[in-house]
């Protein structure tokens, strides 16, 4: 049977999993993995599903525990899974098994851990952020399995912890303790961003920084200002002084999308539970997304001296504390062999020209290429990710599932 036969025989095959896409989803969905910063247990009980399923397949699971004492079983997974091909050279699929709260439950059409189906589009929190990135590899695998059929390269599914909240626990951990796992000649893809027509490969990613700003007043009663120093006041015009960032920053970037650095005011923490107090205290974040271009270093130089110079005003004292740091990553070759590989199954199954591109928000991709590995982030995405009503399509799944038969299939 020639490569084209077999893969032709996969994709008629990954047709047929429909149901499987929805029960593995539904499972998926029902296992809350939320990290510990937001006030989850982490992801053993999804990473347990995945285990016995990858097991009951024959599939040895290895697993990388990253340390971690604020969950209750003291450690985050991370699973790893071959399917042996004819070739040792490997195309890794590496998907996030954590996903982020649901966020205003007022404003979901259902409950977001239950898995709602609607024709083609599958609703619940995670449905597209990651778990169409590991129900496209499980596909893949099963699909293969049950034909018997031999891929050219190994399939190797890396399933990892804490992509939402840094990475530290997750492929950080796992780059650290077993680099030996990858190899440059591997072809990397991440399916954790993508477009709705499957045609965007990033391949370049902007420098992320989170900042946490601290504002320190007076607390008192509300009917006596004159007495106090209202943070909450001084947050709001620092809020408003910050938006000039855009204009200290100013370079664009077509390969980018937005072409522009981008500086977002995100969270803010509670300060009095009453009405009737001026807070002393008020903290808030900012979550910023930095074109290659510029140092870190400056932008919190900037961020700072703004900051204080719009709290003065108030007599209100601030700090500016740095809770991610991370400069962009060398870029993938936009003719690196994942992409070329990626673009040629994509023309196959989807009839599409797909381009490389670079992106703003961060993906865990930045870490393989810091490593000196190129990886190629992608995946066929509705772009709801985080979002109320997160849902993804079922068919883009199997789609893109065919696509990465094909790279294992027919890749250089
Ligand atoms: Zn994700």
Request: proline share 7%; aromatic share 6%; net charge negative.
């Amino acid at each position: 049977m020639t490569r084209d036969e077999m893969f032709r025989l996969v994709s008629e095959r990954l047709d047929t999993y429909q149901g499987q896409v929805i029960e593995w989803q539904r499972e998926l969905v029902s296992r809350v993995a939320l990290g510990p910063e937001v006030g989850g247990v982490g992801e053993d009980d999804k990473a347990a599903f995945l285990t016995d399923l990858l097991q009951s397949w024959g599939l040895t699971v290895d697993n990388y525990p990253a340390p971690d004492d604020r969950v209750p079983g003291g450690a985050r997974p991370n699973l790893v899974a071959y399917l042996p091909g004819k070739k040792p050279d490997k195309v890794w699929v590496l998907s996030h098994m954590d996903v982020v709260p649901p966020g205003d439950m007022s404003l979901w059409q259902s409950d977001p851990f239950t898995l709602r189906v609607d024709g083609d589009r599958l609703y619940g929190r995670g449905t597209e952020d990651d778990h169409h990135g590991i129900v496209m590899s499980l596909l893949a695998v099963k699909a293969f399995m049950d034909l018997n059929i031999t891929p050219e390269r190994t399939l190797a599914l890396a399933l990892v912890a804490d992509e939402e909240t840094g990475n530290e626990k997750g492929l950080v951990h796992v780059l650290r303790e077993q680099a030996r796992l990858f190899s440059p000649q591997d072809l990397i893809i991440v399916p954790d961003a993508g477009s709705n027509d499957g045609t965007m490969i990033e391949v370049a990613e902007k420098s992320i920084l989170w900042l946490k700003v601290t504002l320190l007043g007076q607390q008192g009663h509300a009917s006596r200002p004159h007495k106090a120093k209202n943070t909450l006041r001084a947050a709001a015009h620092v809020i408003v002084a910050l938006d000039d960032l855009q204009r200290e920053f100013p370079r664009h970037n077509p390969l980018f999308r937005p072409p522009m650095s981008t500086f977002e005011p995100t969270r803010k923490e509670a300060n009095v539970p009453n009405i009737n107090t001026i807070p002393g205290k008020g903290v808030f974040y900012l979550d910023c997304r930095v074109l290659p271009d510029y140092d870190l270093a400056q932008v919190i130089e900037h961020v700072r001296a703004m900051a204080t110079a719009a709290a003065d005003k108030f007599g209100v004292t601030l700090e500016v504390e740095t809770v991610q740091a991370l400069p962009s990553a060398p870029p993938t070759a936009p003719d690196a062999p994942v992409v070329k590989a990626l673009q040629q199954a994509i023309r196959q199954v989807y009839g599409r020209e797909a381009t490389p591109q670079g992106i703003g928000g961060g993906t865990v991709a930045a870490f393989f290429r810091q490593a000196g590995l190129p990886a190629a982030v992608w995946m066929t995405a509705n772009d709801c990710a985080h979002q109320p009503n997160e849902f993804c399509f079922l068919s883009h799944i199997l789609g893109d599932a065919k696509v990465l038969a094909h790279v294992c299939l027919l890749a250089e």
